[in-house]
């Protein structure tokens, strides 16, 4: 997402960059980059405009003239608007005691409603917390049905230990959904049914129509005021751009709604809807959509989103997925493994698996600053790890323990188990085995055993079988100078 807007606000920084000291002028000359940027990534005119004016003054207030390091300033600049822009940290969920707090989606239909109740049922689980949710879209055919098998793969989500219940009522009458105030009633009981069972939150699942009418905004009233939600959340899709905004401001101006959550954001490569919705409706966005599986839904940030824009990386990001997929435990076996230098197959596919459990490749790679830019039209091949994977289950307990055992004969075997060629099981060991040395040397401590490890990545070392020479640093500028300088370190 926010692709162009990125390479664009990274050209006007560059190029500031290499004024040395820069004027008024040169300030707003760089901003015609930027707002062009933003009317590209459906950012309403005016907005944009507001936006510019404002990283203008501030520029200026920086003392951004004088600088000597004025691209940076102008970046910083543009930080703080960009975070100002889109809302402070401080409008998260929030949750009520004694429960169930209560919360209720809304939007048009198509925008992700029922999927976004999944994961939003999967967030709440996952910090432990008990969630009830009701299908109250009586008008959408097999709505209810949805919902339910929403629930059903949430609940048996082996991530979390709290329960996730489902309320629905539709079987009882087949012109059920025709009924006037049969969605209020379903809402009511829902509720009624969550304190009963002492559930800690419940979410309602409402109607949506393809567009904004007073049907249904007469329908959502009405749940409001018969259950009176903690909290009413809107759902929009992103990828309807300034559309998008429009509805949300016209849901607010009905339903006061208390936040934004933004559906499909990682299909989005202009990013409008997510930079405007929180100044032309009032309400901030409280969570984000980044993928199709129920986990792919986080806690909005507005300096996270900032960082991103920017080409900046979101390393809490990376490490809250990390956190997700590798236990205490297992990080601490790990770490032991490579302190003594003994890492095995087993160990490297286990490490593996849980990288492929936090996404693509590219998205992951993409929460590294400054490497999002540079992985935007590098095409990575997912389908390369599935052959890695297939190669390392292909060998015996024995081979991925030591692959040193690995004769011709073996790697045959193993290039035939796994549809691959010998060369590539060849390569495999043998960038397997390089970063075994890396390891046992950078556990060896000290300057020299780094080093030593730095010196093997510089000679083709990385990834065991990502291709070529892996991630490696081939290619690197150290001068002379830096290696008679390494040299001599090394020695003392």
């Not at 950012?43 to 520029?59: H, R």
């Not at 102008?74 to 960009?82: E, P, Y």
């Amino acid at each position: 997402m926010f692709e162009s807007l990125t390479e664009r606000i990274s050209t006007a920084a560059r190029n500031l960059a290499g004024r040395g000291t820069i004027s008024e002028s040169n300030v707003k000359e760089a901003l015609e980059e930027v707002r062009t940027a933003l009317l590209e990534a459906d950012v309403e005119y005016g907005i944009a405009n507001d936006f510019c004016a404002t990283v203008l003054k501030d520029s200026i207030g920086r003392g951004v003239t004088k600088s000597l390091r004025p691209g940076e300033e102008f970046i910083g600049a543009i930080h703080d608007s960009l975070v100002d822009l889109m809302g402070s940290e401080d409008e998260k969920a929030f949750y009520v005691d004694p429960g169930p707090t209560v919360f209720m989606l809304c939007g048009l239909q198509g925008s992700g409603k029922t999927t976004t109740c999944g994961k939003l049922a999967a967030f709440f689980k996952k910090s432990g917390r008990s969630v009830l949710v009701a299908a109250a879209d009586l008008q959408r055919p097999a709505a209810v049905e949805q919902l339910r098998i929403v629930a059903e793969t949430v609940a048996n989500d082996a991530k979390g230990g709290t329960r996730v219940g489902f309320h629905g009522e539709i079987e009882q009458c087949a012109e059920y959904g025709k009924a006037v105030g049969a969605a209020v009633g379903v809402c009511r009981r829902a509720v009624q049914r969550a304190k009963a069972e002492k559930y800690d939150i419940v979410i309602l699942d409402t109607a949506g129509r393809l567009h904004v009418n007073d049907d249904l905004m007469k329908e959502l009233e009405g749940v409001r005021s018969a259950v009176q939600p903690h909290q009413i959340l809107l759902v929009v899709d992103a990828m309807t751009g300034q559309d998008a905004v429009h509805s949300a401001k016209a849901f607010h101006d009905r339903l006061n709604i208390d936040g934004v959550i933004l559906t499909k954001l990682d299909s989005d490569t202009r990013g409008g809807a997510a930079l405007t919705v929180r100044r032309v409706t009032g309400a901030p966005i409280k969570f984000v959509g980044t993928g199709e599986k129920f986990d792919a839904l986080d806690e909005f940030s507005p300096k996270r989103m900032a960082g991103r824009i920017l080409g900046m990386g979101d390393m809490i990001a990376l490490v809250e997925k990390a956190r997700e997929e590798v236990s205490e435990a297992d990080a601490e076996e790990m770490a032991a493994k490579l302190s003594k230098g003994k890492l095995t197959m087993d160990d490297f596919l286990k490490q593996m698996q849980s990288f492929r459990r936090m996404g693509s490749m590219k998205s992951v790679l993409g929460l590294l600053p400054g490497v999002g830019a540079a992985l935007k039209n590098v095409n990575i091949d997912e389908k390369q790890l599935d052959r890695l994977q297939g190669m390392v289950h292909s060998m015996t307990p024995a081979e991925r323990a030591n692959v040193k055992m690995l004769s011709k004969s073996r790697i045959k075997r193993i290039a035939n188990g796994s549809g691959t060629t010998t060369n590539e099981v060849s390569r495999l060991t043998t960038q397997f085995e390089q970063m075994q040395k890396m390891t046992a040397a950078m556990a060896s401590g000290g300057f020299a055993g780094k080093l030593q490890a730095a010196q093997q990545m510089s000679q083709g070392g990385g990834m065991p079988g990502a291709g070529g020479g892996g991630f490696s640093l081939k290619g690197s500028t150290a001068t002379p100078s830096m290696k008679s300088k390494f040299k001599e370190r090394k020695k003392r």
